[in-house]
């Protein structure tokens, strides 16, 4: 008899342990991750020269509209009679900087490499644009003609470390 009530003991407690392992309620599903969000764009409109500038902003997506752009910051000129934007983009390295180069680079009208500057100046648009990368910046001038983007790319080179 005692066998009895032990082998009873032992199926009702299989069972009880059976029964909580399953069965009953859905396990709960992993909650669905959070959408990535971007980093918000730093502002960078401290490095823009000063002289002849009418604005600057930060942008938080696709600078001078381009859909390939990531934001960045924007700074608006008059200088005599010419307007022009410059603008900077800051990627996490350099390697993305000079992807960004030659994504720009693929997207322009006749691009014309200028070597000492390691950018590019072409037809983006309506408009003359000139690229460049230099570490992990990707900046431009916009809306100027070679000679003056040169001039003006310099004066922001030299304010990017």
Not at 81 to 89: D, G, R, S, T
Not at 95 to 101: G, V
Not at 114 to 126: C, E, M, N, S, T
Request: proline share 6%; glycine share 10%; hydrophobic share 45%.
């Amino acid at each position: 008899m005692k066998r009895f009530r032990m082998w009873v003991s032992a199926i009702a407690a299989s069972a009880a342990l059976l029964a909580g392992c399953g069965g009953g309620a859905e396990p709960k599903k992993p909650a669905a991750a959070p959408a990535k969000k971007r980093p918000a764009v730093a502002d960078e409109t401290h490095r823009f020269p000063a002289e002849g500038r009418i604005d600057a902003k930060v942008v938080e997506d696709h600078v001078l509209g381009r859909e390939f752009l990531p934001g960045g910051n924007v700074a608006r000129y008059r200088r005599g009679k010419q307007e022009f934007e410059m603008f900077l983009i800051r990627t996490k390295v350099p390697e993305a900087a000079a992807l960004l180069l030659f994504d720009y680079k693929k997207r322009m009208e006749n691009p014309k490499l200028v070597a000492h500057f390691g950018g590019y100046y072409g037809k983006d648009g309506d408009r003359m644009v000139f690229v460049f990368a230099k570490g992990a910046w990707l900046a431009g001038v916009a809306g100027l003609p070679e000679k003056d983007a040169d001039m003006a790319a310099r004066e922001l080179a030299a304010r990017l470390n």
